[in-house]
């Protein structure tokens, strides 16, 4: 990925990479909330087990990370060059836009990237034995690591949990200007179905942020 | 006695441009590198020609007074652009627009020009969709086309009420492709401060870096001007603040004749002035007088009220109202031509029935047609207008009549230029507003942007390489010579003049006081004292600017007062010279009403066994009469007729 | 009514500049915005000061050439008009008014309030044309064209090139302006021929020139005084994709 690639090149990239990361965390949040709807962390140990030991997945993983680094890279590079285009700027500024969130995609951003690295240290690499111990569990006769454990032990640490919280509603805020602005930037734009994309956008933004903030405020105050 | 040669090619008039094209004289594309040529103004005629001269393959350096090409004054231009396609099966056809441009005219524009303008006008549109041009169209997918004044055609084509803004950003884009392509060099921000002669030809100019205050020279085989009209002058127009009559005044002083100077258009339908802060009047489009109708109060008692604000137009009963124009004029009613609507409301206004703050507006009145039609098919038909007269003015036309008043809109004389749009000096050429073949004493709505694009896309390309065509031998012009040397001194000493009087009083607070001269006295109405006196009081008024003129700052950079200054010195000369011809001019005619020469109902009336002619002054010295030169019209094709609007 | 403003004044395109503060007194509320402006100048020459230096010239909102960014706005308070449309009477007697030329790294100020928008006529010169010459086209009515496509067309061609857009979003991006100019060409026959080429020249030049990338916060659309949709952007997004894929 070079910087000589075009604005509008970009741009694409960044919504393709976009709707990518959407799709898996609409996964991820499948594969979480199974700890809420079930009254064991069985379901959740076994779908871990899955996404840790499916040859498939474990190949699609790096697509993942490549995602997310495309994502992260033309982000960056895309607010050093927005910055550059204005070196001097407004001393009164009256914010005329329409999408309240985009002013804030680098900020978000940059929580979210913060947020993904402890994550990725708690969970990931705890996960592939990297780093921790995790206690074995059975379930339906196999052995497999018990993920569901880790997880509740997490979330019982108040601080853990509020940051978690603060995390997914920067995330809802990221996706609130990231849903619709994908559409755009791909040049998905109808007066007919603009409206609902942007209306979706916003629902889809907040059933995000919610659903995956509901599961440690579930487990903290229910385990 | 006359030195004018106007070259109208021999033959039928219908076979005059094709023969004139067929013998002309060409320039090889290989020969063509080698000659130059200047063009000042990107408007319709220069930004047109600019990109078709260069298209064929000659240098082209263009210069624009204003940040970019695509802002030149064509772009405010709302109506639309006349043509005689016949799209719509009416009986229209080139001798039909050649008859009625004439005839709008009031007989006193070339035959053979205007035929020629008539001709091209085809092209033009097809150019200009070419283009991408987003022309109005029908659900079928083909052009739209609406009527305008002065026709019983509809031959409009128009794109909404920007159709100037469209055709201009057309040129704009052919010019740009030239630019891109290197094929064209374009000089920004530049004004053209005179012409260059070097043994009798235009030969270069000398212009101002409005940003860095530097002058520059530069040469080239020959030198278009397409800088628009001289409105301003009268301070209050709707004209661009930085249109102005420099760049043909000095070719004047230089030796180019000049045309018809008093023949200036007076738009009926504008914003009255509201203030002596004001800068500029607004126009709105000529449509509205479709639907709107035209009225005073009845009584003075009642003027007097409204004026005073202890009354509102719509306290004033149906029968209390004098609807004037419908009056006087049964036939035609709210649609006569500009000059006689002007005309009628200057008459109402200055009786003392005048409407506003001011005494100087009348109503237009939109009430009856709301009550026939619907506010909905208003809205549909006037919206736009009727949403930027509320931005302006703060009132609602659906609601109470909008104000209007006459004001300086163009200006028909210019440059004199022969058949070819060359002028006296041999090698510069003039197109567009700034010269003044096509429209004789009045223009038709629609007919601007028409001979604009004319003179630019079809006729200066051919006629400037006939001239052309035996310089190719000459080299390019170095810009060290002792034309340029005493040029650029001329320029210079003009400026340290004018910085050097550091007097009272501002270049606005001058200008203004020469509009009010215009105004009153070279206005909608003239007469032979008010004509004497204004001479007088520009003469005084000229005095008093070089004495007692303030302009700050230096030339080392951006100085608008000094470019306004020099603007404003050249207009206190030119304005003298309009006052020459409207007093020469013993005759009405077209926007020239002269109120000696009229019939008893007070209608304009024409003198064709005197005035059947073309008037081009020739400058003879600062402290020296002008010396007339006449021009003979002769009307071969078209049968000259008093102009009626009273009955059909 | 009484102002008080504050002026961006820079005495040119190198010199450092400031805001300076200055008082207006007795301005009609129907007085234009740049009337007020020529009042203070008017003033300004009197006292023998060097006057505010703006760019301006139809005065009727069609040539583009106002600009001003004002109390954080380009063209000011109200909507959809230019600033020399703007009348008095939207601000407040007593009223600060904060004035600033456009802010982008491609609109170099040139003076005070001027800047230099050329770089808009370069990304024009780069491919916002159709490659014709004069002469030698078909009839006018030969191609007919989609009513609905022609007055999009329309929609998109009421751009004045103003930099409004610009200065309004937050990136200084001219998305706005670019697409306007592609899709109003890419949506008439006449333009659709060269729309492929046309669309990357213009967005590689608008990179060139340093404007900044479209975030779709859609502060142009809000603030362009000719109401250019932001479909418009959506449009040339679409028509770079296939130009780049095909």
Same mark, same amino acid.
């Given at each position: 990925?070079?910087?000589?690639?075009?604005?509008?090149?970009?741009?694409?990239?960044?919504?393709?990479?976009?709707?990518?990361?959407?799709?898996?965390?609409?996964?991820?949040?499948?594969?979480?909330?199974?700890?809420?709807?079930?009254?064991?962390?069985?379901?959740?140990?076994?779908?871990?087990?899955?996404?840790?030991?499916?040859?498939?997945?474990?190949?699609?993983?790096?697509?993942?990370?490549?995602?997310?680094?495309?994502?992260?890279?033309?982000?960056?590079?895309?607010?050093?060059?927005?910055?550059?285009?204005?070196?001097?700027?407004?001393?009164?500024?009256?914010?005329?836009?329409?999408?309240?969130?985009?002013?804030?995609?680098?900020?978000?951003?940059?929580?979210?990237?913060?947020?993904?690295?402890?994550?990725?240290?708690?969970?990931?690499?705890?996960?592939?034995?990297?780093?921790?111990?995790?206690?074995?569990?059975?379930?339906?006769?196999?052995?497999?690591?018990?993920?569901?454990?880790?997880?509740?032990?997490?979330?019982?640490?108040?601080?853990?949990?509020?940051?978690?919280?603060?995390?997914?509603?920067?995330?809802?805020?990221?996706?609130?200007?990231?849903?619709?602005?994908?559409?755009?930037?791909?040049?998905?734009?109808?007066?007919?179905?603009?409206?609902?994309?942007?209306?979706?956008?916003?629902?889809?933004?907040?059933?995000?942020?919610?659903?995956?903030?509901?599961?440690?405020?579930?487990?903290?105050?229910?385990? | 006695?006359?030195?004018?040669?106007?070259?109208?090619?021999? /033959?039928?008039?219908?076979?005059?441009?094709?023969?004139?094209?067929?013998?002309?004289?060409?320039?090889?594309?290989?020969?063509?590198?080698?000659?130059?040529?200047?063009?000042?103004?990107?408007?319709?005629?220069?930004?047109?020609?600019?990109?078709?001269?260069?298209?064929? /393959?000659?240098? &082209?350096?263009?210069?624009?007074?204003?940040?970019?090409?695509?802002?030149?004054?064509?772009?405010?231009?709302?109506?639309?652009?006349?043509?005689?396609?016949?799209?719509?099966?009416?009986?229209?056809?080139?001798?039909?627009?050649?008859?009625?441009?004439?005839?709008?005219?009031?007989?006193?524009?070339?035959?053979?020009?205007?035929?020629?303008?008539?001709?091209?006008?085809?092209?033009?549109?097809?150019?200009?969709?070419?283009?991408?041009?987003?022309?109005?169209?029908?659900?079928?997918?083909?052009?739209?086309?609406?009527?305008?004044?002065?026709?019983?055609?509809?031959?409009?084509?128009?794109?909404?009420?920007?159709?100037?803004?469209?055709?201009?950003?057309?040129?704009?884009?052919?010019?740009?492709?030239?630019?891109?392509?290197?094929?064209?060099?374009?000089?920004?921000?530049?004004?053209?401060?005179?012409?260059?002669?070097?043994?009798?030809?235009?030969?270069?100019?000398?212009?101002?870096?409005?940003?860095?205050?530097?002058?520059?020279?530069?040469?080239?085989?020959?030198?278009?001007?397409?800088?628009?009209?001289?409105?301003?002058?009268?301070?209050?127009?709707?004209?661009?603040?930085?249109?102005?009559?420099?760049?043909?005044?000095?070719?004047?002083?230089?030796?180019?004749?000049?045309?018809?100077?008093?023949?200036?258009?007076?738009?009926?339908?504008?914003?009255?002035?509201?203030?002596?802060?004001?800068?500029?009047?607004?126009?709105?489009?000529?449509?509205?007088?479709?639907?709107?109708?035209?009225?005073?109060?009845?009584?003075?008692?009642?003027?007097?009220?409204?004026?005073?604000?202890?009354?509102?137009?719509?306290?004033?009963?149906?029968?209390?109202?004098?609807?004037?124009?419908?009056?006087?004029?049964?036939?035609?009613?709210?649609?006569?031509?500009?000059?006689?609507?002007?005309?009628?409301?200057?008459?109402?206004?200055?009786?003392?029935?005048?409407?506003?703050?001011?005494?100087?507006?009348?109503?237009?009145?939109?009430?009856?047609?709301?009550?026939?039609?619907?506010?909905?098919?208003?809205?549909?038909?006037?919206?736009?207008?009727?949403?930027?007269?509320?931005?302006?003015?703060?009132?609602?036309?659906? @609601?109470?009549?909008?104000?209007?008043?006459?004001?300086?809109?163009?200006?028909?004389?210019?440059?004199?230029?022969?058949?070819?749009?060359?002028?006296?000096?041999?090698?510069?050429?003039?197109?567009?507003?700034?010269?003044?073949?096509?429209?004789?004493?009045?223009?038709?709505?629609?007919?601007?942007?028409?001979?604009?694009?004319?003179?630019?896309?079809?006729?200066?390309?051919?006629?400037?390489?006939?001239?052309?065509?035996?310089?190719?031998?000459?080299?390019?012009?170095?810009?060290?010579?002792?034309?340029?040397?005493?040029?650029?001194?001329?320029?210079?000493?003009?400026?340290?003049?004018?910085?050097?009087?550091?007097?009272?009083?501002?270049?606005?607070?001058?200008?203004?006081?020469?509009?009010?001269?215009?105004?009153?006295?070279?206005?909608?109405?003239?007469?032979?004292?008010?004509?004497?006196?204004?001479?007088?009081?520009?003469?005084?008024?000229?005095?008093?600017?070089?004495?007692?003129?303030?302009?700050?700052?230096?030339?080392?950079?951006?100085? &608008?007062?000094?470019?306004?200054?020099?603007?404003?010195?050249?207009?206190? @000369?030119?304005?003298?010279?309009?006052?020459?011809?409207?007093?020469?001019?013993?005759?009405?005619?077209?926007?020239?009403?002269?109120?000696?020469?009229?019939?008893?109902?007070?209608?304009?009336?024409?003198?064709?066994?005197?005035?059947?002619?073309?008037?081009?002054?020739?400058?003879?010295?600062?402290?020296?009469?002008?010396?007339?030169?006449?021009?003979?019209?002769?009307?071969?094709?078209?049968?000259?007729?008093?102009?009626?609007?009273?009955?059909? | 009514?009484?102002?008080?403003?504050?002026?961006?004044?820079?005495?040119?395109?190198?010199?450092?500049?400031?805001?300076?503060?200055?008082?207006?007194?007795?301005?009609?509320?129907?007085?234009?915005?740049?009337?007020?402006?020529?009042?203070?100048?008017?003033?300004?020459?009197?006292?023998?000061?060097?006057?505010?230096?703006?760019?301006?010239?139809?005065?009727?909102?069609?040539?583009?050439?106002?600009?001003?960014?004002?109390?954080?706005?380009?063209?000011?308070?109200?909507?959809?008009?230019?600033?020399?449309?703007?009348?008095?009477?939207?601000?407040?007697?007593?009223?600060?008014?904060?004035?600033?030329?456009?802010?982008?790294?491609?609109?170099?100020?040139?003076?005070?309030?001027?800047?230099?928008?050329?770089?808009?006529?370069?990304?024009?010169?780069?491919?916002?044309?159709?490659?014709?010459?004069?002469?030698?086209?078909?009839?006018?009515?030969?191609?007919?064209?989609?009513?609905?496509?022609?007055?999009?067309?329309?929609?998109?061609?009421?751009?004045?090139?103003?930099?409004?857009?610009?200065?309004?979003?937050?990136?200084?991006?001219?998305?706005?302006?670019?697409?306007?100019?592609?899709?109003?060409?890419?949506?008439?026959?006449?333009?659709?021929?060269?729309?492929?080429?046309?669309?990357?020249?213009?967005?590689?030049?608008?990179?060139?020139?340093?404007?900044?990338?479209?975030?779709?916060?859609?502060?142009?659309?809000?603030?362009?005084?000719?109401?250019?949709?932001?479909?418009?952007?959506?449009?040339?997004?679409?028509?770079?994709?296939?130009?780049?894929?095909?």
């Amino acid at each position: 990925m070079s910087i000589s690639y075009s604005s509008v090149t970009k741009k694409i990239w960044m919504s393709l990479m976009g709707f990518f990361l959407m799709t898996f965390l609409i996964v991820h949040l499948s594969i979480n909330l199974l700890l809420v709807i079930s009254p064991t962390t069985d379901l959740f140990n076994e779908a871990s087990h899955f996404m840790g030991t499916n040859p498939f997945i474990q190949a699609f993983q790096w697509i993942l990370f490549a995602g997310f680094i495309v994502h992260i890279i033309i982000g960056v590079v895309l607010q050093i060059e927005n910055w550059m285009a204005r070196p001097k700027g407004y001393r009164v500024k009256a914010g005329s836009e329409d999408s309240f969130f985009s002013k804030y995609m680098i900020h978000t951003g940059v929580i979210i990237f913060i947020f993904l690295i402890i994550h990725f240290v708690n969970f990931f690499l705890v996960a592939k034995g990297v780093i921790g111990e995790i206690p074995e569990t059975m379930v339906d006769g196999k052995p497999m690591d018990d993920m569901g454990s880790v997880v509740i032990a997490l979330f019982q640490l108040p601080y853990y949990m509020v940051g978690y919280l603060v995390a997914l509603l920067i995330l809802g805020f990221h996706l609130d200007h990231g849903f619709q602005s994908a559409f755009q930037s791909l040049g998905l734009n109808h007066p007919t179905y603009t409206p609902f994309i942007k209306g979706f956008g916003h629902f889809f933004a907040v059933i995000i942020a919610a659903a995956f903030m509901i599961i440690p405020l579930f487990i903290y105050f229910s385990k | 006695m006359t030195k004018l040669d106007s070259k109208i090619p021999a /033959g039928p008039l219908a076979e005059k441009w094709t023969n004139y094209k067929a013998h002309q004289n060409l320039v090889n594309p290989a020969n063509k590198r080698k000659v130059d040529i200047i063009v000042i103004g990107t408007g319709l005629a220069g930004g047109a020609a600019a990109a078709s001269l260069s298209e064929m /393959g000659f240098n &082209v350096n263009v210069f624009c007074i204003q940040d970019s090409p695509r802002r030149a004054h064509s772009i405010a231009a709302q109506g639309g652009i006349n043509a005689a396609k016949n799209y719509p099966n009416d009986g229209d056809s080139i001798y039909r627009l050649f008859y009625d441009t004439i005839k709008g005219g009031d007989y006193r524009a070339r035959e053979a020009n205007v035929y020629r303008l008539a001709e091209v006008s085809n092209n033009i549109i097809d150019q200009c969709v070419a283009q991408g041009v987003p022309f109005a169209r029908e659900y079928g997918g083909l052009l739209d086309n609406r009527s305008f004044g002065g026709a019983l055609v509809s031959r409009t084509f128009y794109a909404r009420g920007q159709t100037g803004q469209q055709l201009l950003l057309g040129a704009y884009s052919a010019l740009s492709k030239q630019i891109g392509k290197g094929a064209v060099k374009m000089y920004t921000r530049r004004e053209m401060l005179d012409v260059v002669k070097i043994d009798g030809r235009a030969r270069g100019v000398i212009v101002r870096n409005l940003v860095t205050g530097k002058l520059e020279r530069h040469a080239a085989h020959a030198v278009l001007l397409a800088t628009g009209g001289y409105g301003n002058l009268f301070f209050l127009s709707t004209n661009a603040m930085t249109s102005n009559g420099s760049a043909a005044w000095r070719a004047y002083k230089r030796g180019a004749f000049f045309a018809n100077p008093s023949f200036v258009q007076i738009h009926p339908t504008c914003i009255p002035v509201h203030g002596d802060y004001q800068s500029k009047l607004t126009l709105m489009s000529e449509s509205l007088r479709n639907d709107g109708r035209i009225w005073v109060p009845k009584k003075k008692e009642d003027a007097v009220k409204i004026q005073k604000g202890q009354m509102k137009p719509t306290d004033i009963p149906e029968e209390e109202r004098d609807y004037y124009l419908e009056r006087r004029y049964p036939a035609f009613g709210n649609l006569v031509p500009r000059d006689v609507a002007s005309r009628a409301a200057k008459e109402r206004c200055d009786a003392g029935f005048g409407v506003g703050s001011t005494g100087l507006a009348v109503y237009l009145d939109f009430k009856s047609s709301i009550e026939r039609l619907g506010k909905k098919v208003i809205e549909a038909r006037y919206g736009n207008l009727f949403q930027m007269y509320e931005k302006i003015v703060d009132a609602n036309p659906y @609601e109470t009549p909008m104000m209007i008043y006459p004001a300086i809109h163009y200006t028909m004389g210019g440059t004199w230029v022969d058949y070819e749009l060359q002028s006296t000096i041999p090698g510069l050429f003039v197109g567009g507003e700034a010269n003044f073949s096509d429209h004789g004493a009045n223009r038709l709505g629609a007919s601007a942007l028409m001979q604009g694009l004319s003179d630019g896309y079809f006729v200066l390309p051919y006629t400037m390489q006939n001239y052309l065509a035996d310089q190719i031998t000459v080299p390019h012009f170095k810009t060290d010579s002792s034309e340029f040397d005493a040029a650029e001194k001329d320029v210079q000493e003009r400026i340290n003049k004018l910085l050097a009087v550091k007097g009272g009083h501002t270049v606005d607070s001058f200008h203004r006081r020469l509009g009010l001269i215009m105004w009153d006295n070279v206005g909608m109405a003239r007469n032979q004292a008010g004509l004497e006196k204004a001479i007088t009081e520009i003469k005084a008024l000229r005095k008093e600017f070089w004495q007692d003129v303030k302009v700050p700052g230096t030339n080392d950079g951006l100085n &608008v007062e000094l470019e306004k200054a020099l603007r404003v010195a050249d207009f206190l @000369e030119l304005g003298e010279l309009m006052a020459y011809d409207a007093l020469n001019r013993k005759e009405s005619s077209g926007g020239h009403f002269r109120e000696e020469y009229q019939t008893p109902e007070g209608e304009a009336m024409r003198n064709d066994n005197e005035f059947m002619y073309a008037a081009a002054w020739e400058y003879k010295g600062d402290d020296q009469k002008p010396e007339l030169h006449k021009e003979p019209l002769i009307y071969e094709n078209i049968e000259v007729k008093q102009r009626n609007y009273k009955t059909a | 009514m009484d102002l008080k403003l504050k002026i961006w004044r820079q005495p040119s395109a190198h010199a450092d500049g400031k805001f300076v503060d200055y008082q207006v007194t007795k301005i009609s509320k129907d007085a234009s915005f740049l009337e007020m402006l020529d009042i203070l100048n008017e003033e300004l020459v009197n006292k023998g000061e060097d006057p505010v230096a703006f760019d301006h010239d139809c005065r009727e909102g069609i040539c583009g050439m106002c600009s001003l960014f004002i109390n954080g706005r380009p063209h000011g308070p109200d909507n959809a008009v230019t600033t020399c449309q703007l009348h008095m009477r939207k601000f407040k007697d007593g009223e600060t008014v904060t004035i600033e030329p456009w802010r982008a790294k491609p609109f170099p100020v040139l003076k005070d309030l001027m800047v230099d928008r050329s770089a808009f006529d370069e990304i024009i010169q780069a491919g916002g044309f159709v490659s014709i010459a004069t002469g030698g086209v078909p009839d006018a009515n030969s191609i007919p064209i989609r009513k609905q496509n022609a007055d999009l067309a329309m929609d998109a061609a009421a751009c004045i090139g103003c930099g409004a857009c610009v200065a309004a979003c937050k990136n200084a991006s001219a998305m706005l302006f670019v697409s306007a100019k592609v899709s109003q060409l890419a949506l008439l026959p006449q333009g659709k021929v060269e729309a492929k080429e046309r669309v990357q020249k213009m967005v590689a030049k608008m990179d060139e020139l340093g404007f900044g990338n479209c975030t779709n916060t859609y502060a142009c659309e809000a603030e362009c005084p000719k109401e250019i949709s932001v479909t418009n952007i959506a449009r040339m997004n679409r028509e770079f994709l296939v130009a780049k894929l095909s």
